[in-house]
C-alpha cells in the first residue's frame, strides 16, 4: 500500500538549515506530483512545495520562495525539502502528500506521519 514517511526534521536557530526526506513506497512517486505540507499550532495546513511529474516543474508558497528547494530521487523514491535561512514562522508540522487517482474512487490524498521542525534561539 502507499506509505510516505517523512524524516529530518529537528530543532535549529533563525538562519539554519535543515533537509527533510519523504521515502515513498507502494508506488512510484517519480509518476506523482509531490508536495510538501506544514501545519503551525493554531493553524491550517498548508500547502509549501510542489514537483511535479515528469517535467520536474516545482512551484513554492510565497512565505518560502528563494529559501525552500524541493527536489526527488526517483531512484530512492524518495522527495526532499531543503530549507534554508529558516525564520521563527517556519516552525510547524512538514508533511509529505500525494494525491493519485483511484478508479471508484476519484483522488485520494496520502498523507505522511509528518515531522517537526522548531526555529527557535
Known amino acids: 500500500q502507499v506509505q510516505l514517511v517523512e524524516s529530518g526534521g529537528g530543532l535549529v536557530q533563525p538562519g539554519g538549515s535543515l533537509r527533510l526526506s519523504c521515502a515513498a513506497s507502494?508506488?512510484?512517486?517519480?509518476?506523482?506530483?509531490m508536495t510538501w505540507y506544514r501545519q503551525a499550532p493554531g493553524k491550517e495546513r498548508e500547502p509549501v512545495a510542489t514537483?511535479?511529474?515528469?517535467?520536474?516543474?516545482?512551484s513554492y508558497a510565497v512565505s518560502v520562495k528563494g529559501r525552500f528547494t524541493i527536489s526527488r530521487d526517483n531512484a530512492k523514491n524518495t522527495v526532499f525539502l531543503q530549507m534554508r535561512g529558516l525564520k521563527l514562522e517556519d516552525t510547524a508540522v512538514y508533511y509529505c502528500?500525494?494525491?493519485?487517482?483511484?478508479?471508484?474512487?476519484?483522488?485520494?490524498?496520502?498523507w505522511g506521519q509528518g515531522t517537526q521542525v522548531t526555529v527557535s534561539s
Open positions: 502528500n500525494t494525491r493519485i487517482f483511484r478508479v471508484g474512487s476519484g483522488y485520494v490524498n496520502y
Open positions: 514537483i511535479f511529474s515528469n517535467t520536474e516543474t516545482t
Open positions: 507502494g508506488f512510484d512517486s517519480g509518476t506523482y506530483p
